[in-house]
């Protein structure tokens, strides 16, 4: 599977912006795909994912409030709607597939190191 993340750009602060990410192949039920982002000097971090079988998600905490993740079966994609942006929000984002062959806790969302597919980043700026 191949991903394909779009929808980056620049938005003011308390602005809103909305990041897709569109999967080659069908999704199978206990994948899980994941936003991660990586701002200039700062590690990469976990933003947040969505298992594809019943749509648990998890965020970090500082998007909770103001960021959504949710899934499309029909487009085979995984949408990212940020709103209320901040400075701090500015980053590459990337979206990363968890091919898993079983259901996996909601714990595990947040390892980078389990997902095996990562897509092409997209740059989101925030001007304050």
């Known amino acids: 599977v191949q991903l394909q993340a779009s929808g980056g750009g620049l938005v003011q602060a308390g602005g809103s912006l909305r990041l897709s990410c569109a999967a080659s192949?069908?999704?199978?039920?206990?994948?899980?795909i994941g936003w991660f982002r990586q701002a200039p000097g700062k590690d990469r971090e976990f933003v947040a994912g969505?298992?594809?079988?019943?749509?648990?998600?998890m965020y970090r905490d500082s998007v909770k409030g103001r960021f959504t993740i949710s899934r499309d079966s029909a487009t085979e994609t995984v949408d990212l709607q940020m709103n209320s942006m901040n400075s701090e929000d500015t980053a590459v984002y990337y979206c990363?597939?968890?091919?898993?062959?079983?259901?996996?806790?909601?714990?595990?969302?947040?390892?980078?190191?389990?997902?095996?597919?990562w897509g092409q980043g997209t740059l989101v700026t925030v001007s304050s």
């Open positions: 969505i298992r594809w079988r019943d749509g648990r998600r």
């Open positions: 990363a597939v968890q091919r898993n062959d079983r259901m996996t806790p909601i714990q595990s969302f947040q390892s980078a190191s389990l997902y095996d597919v």
């Open positions: 192949q069908p999704i199978l039920s206990n994948y899980v």
